[in-house]
Structures are given as C-alpha cells and as structure tokens.
C-alpha cells in the first residue's frame, strides 16, 4: 500500500524557517518524482514545487521561489521542503503528492494526510 | 498562466440525482485535464486523469469528458458519499499545475 506521512509543521513567527517531511513507503520511492502541494485554510489548493525521481531537475512556484528549497533522499524513502524568509500568506496545509506514472503531464494519484504550518506572531 | 475556472461554486443535488461539474480553461491544456475529490479533514483524492480516464477504484458513476479548453466532470446517481469539493487541474505546463477554485457538492 502506498504511503506518504508528512511531518515538521507547526507554529512559526514571520522570517523564521522550518523543514517539512515526507515518508514514502509501498513503492520504489526514488523511481517516482514528486511535488508538495498546499491549502490556505478554507482555500483552494496550489502547486508549490517539483522534484525529478533523481533530484536533477527541480521547479518552484513563483510564490515560493527563492524561499522554499525541495529536495529528496531516496536512500531514506524521504521528500524534504526547507522553508526560509516565512510569510503570513505561508500559512497552509502541506501534502506531499506523487506524481502518476501517466506521460506526459501525470497527475498527482497519492497524497499524504498533510502538515499544517502556521506562520503568526 | 493558465487559469481554470469552475463552476457553479456550489451544487445543491439529492442523492440518487446526476450532478455536472464545469471546468473551463482560459486556454487550451489539450487533454492534460485532472478531476479531484476532497472531504473536510483529508488530502485529494484523484478520480479522473487525462480528462476522461478514471484513475483506480474508482467507481464507473464517475466520468470526464471535454477536450482544449471546457471539461466536464459527472456523478450518474449521487451516493452520500460523494458529497464533496471537487477540484480540477491542469498540467498542460508540466511540471508545474495549477487548480480550478473547487465545486462545493452539497446534500439538498
């Protein structure tokens, strides 16, 4: 059974960082690429950054570039986002996506249950 | 960017009636169209890759159709279960995504 279990969210004051993570398991984790994707609270969801299944090829949304650094460790089964320079408009729930083995353009077919991270004073 | 919009915000349906979710591009994302249903509390679940193909286990009361720039998503005969918000996605400039604003499905 494929399993994603985010953790690392929590409370954070604004310009603070934090580190998200995400444990893969019931598949070939590092044949697969992936994405974090997150929801403001009461909000729709948005696409925030990719990962090639080797960690080469790397995209970030606009709204996060430069701020938020993806990466993986398929020695570990393990999707990371380092998060730098928070904002209030940060604030969401995190899921961590698979990417389908569909080409081109795969949806997201797994998701984990999420990771809250709440940027606030 | 490519912008999706759905609609209506919000569907009022009886269980046991056929529901009809729109999601209209504001250019054309080709096939490369994904459907997604959400409950309160939980991740996304994807039904509908490729505008028309369900993804697995899915029940066969779910369907997509359309091409280029107007999708549709349909439920046959609504279950309790499929009360929901339901997203669409596009991938047209993968790898990034973007996603509909979402479609409240509510009991009436």
């Known amino acids: 059974e494929v399993q994603l279990v985010e953790s690392g969210g929590g409370l954070v004051q604004p310009g603070g960082s934090l580190r998200l993570s995400c444990a893969a398991s019931g598949f070939t984790f590092s044949s697969y690429e992936m994405n974090w994707v997150r929801q403001a609270p009461g909000k729709g969801l948005e696409w925030v950054s990719y990962?090639?299944?080797?960690?080469?090829?790397?995209y970030y949304a606009d709204s996060v570039k430069g701020r938020f650094t993806i990466s993986r460790d398929n020695a570990k089964n393990s999707l990371y986002l380092q998060m730098n320079s928070l904002r209030a408009e940060d604030t969401a729930v995190y899921y961590c996506?698979?990417?389908?083995?569909?080409?081109?353009?795969?949806?997201?077919?797994?998701w984990g249950q999420g990771t809250l991270v709440t940027v606030s004073s | 960017e490519i912008v999706l919009t759905q609609s209506p915000a919000t569907l009022s349906l009886s269980p046991g009636e056929r529901a009809t979710l729109s999601c209209r591009a504001s250019q054309s994302v080709s096939s490369y169209l994904a459907w997604y249903q959400q409950k309160p509390g939980q991740a996304p679940r994807l039904l509908i890759y490729d505008a028309s193909n369900r993804a697995t286990g899915i029940p066969a009361r779910f369907s997509g159709s359309g091409s280029g720039t107007d999708f549709t998503l349909t439920i046959s005969s609504l279950e309790p279960e499929d009360f929901a918000v339901y997203y669409c996605q596009q991938r047209s400039n993968w790898p990034g995504a973007t996603f509909g604003q979402g479609t409240r499905l509510e009991i009436k």
């Open positions: 996506a698979r990417d389908g083995v569909v080409v081109p353009a795969a949806p997201f077919d797994y």
């Open positions: 990962i090639s299944s080797s960690g080469s090829t790397i």
